[in-house]
């Protein structure tokens, strides 16, 4: 259902934030950040003169690796348009963040390594939409290896999931302990 109809209005200030996950060819993921805001009006900036409307006040861009552990591996950043000349040369701090893993406490970690002064507020802002969507990236490779490695909770609790049931069988072919000759019975 999409938003109401809002009050007529005229449009200030848009940000841009943009995501990808990649499976890389040598077996770990990426997760891509972008962010990008600009104005509809042009205006005057302290260090950077005039920028005009639709030209990026902010734009940077961060990109971090990760295992299949979710342990980050490796994590660049840069900032291409910034409203100060210095805004570019704390972008490498974030390669700090290299040997923590996403997961419970994240931000917490994260902030000690790139909070405050040592980071930059819009590049820390996309840090948690970055691990959930390493989160969405991983989920399949990571409920592939968990479904191999883990025995279903519901797994011999009753006569539908018994091991030797068409049930798992058709919901976890590798723990069917049945007859694989035998034809499936009917559906659930």
Not at 25 to 50: C, H, I, N, P, S
Not at 170 to 175: A, L, T
Request: aromatic share 8%.
């Amino acid at each position: 259902m999409p938003l109401s109809e809002p009050v007529a209005r005229e449009s200030l200030h848009t940000r841009r934030i943009v995501l990808h996950g990649y499976h890389r060819a040598d077996g770990l993921f990426d997760v891509e950040a972008q962010l990008t805001d600009t104005k509809a009006t042009g205006f005057a900036a302290e260090e950077r003169g005039f920028i005009d409307a639709g030209e990026p006040l902010h734009g940077m861009s961060m990109r971090m690796t990760v295992d299949e552990d979710m342990l980050i591996v490796g994590f660049e950043a840069v900032t291409d348009y910034s409203p100060f000349r210095i805004c570019p040369d704390i972008a490498p701090n974030f390669a700090s963040l290299v040997g923590i893993r996403i997961g419970r406490g994240f931000i917490r970690a994260a902030a000690e390594r790139i909070g405050g002064t040592h980071g930059c507020t819009h590049l820390r802002e996309l840090l948690q939409q970055m691990a959930t969507v390493a989160f969405q990236t991983l989920y399949p490779v990571r409920a592939k290896r968990a479904a191999a490695t883990t025995t279903p909770a519901l797994l011999n609790t009753c006569y539908a999931y018994s091991s030797d049931n068409d049930v798992v069988r058709r919901r976890w072919p590798e723990h069917y302990t049945g007859d694989a000759t035998r034809e499936p019975a009917h559906q659930d």
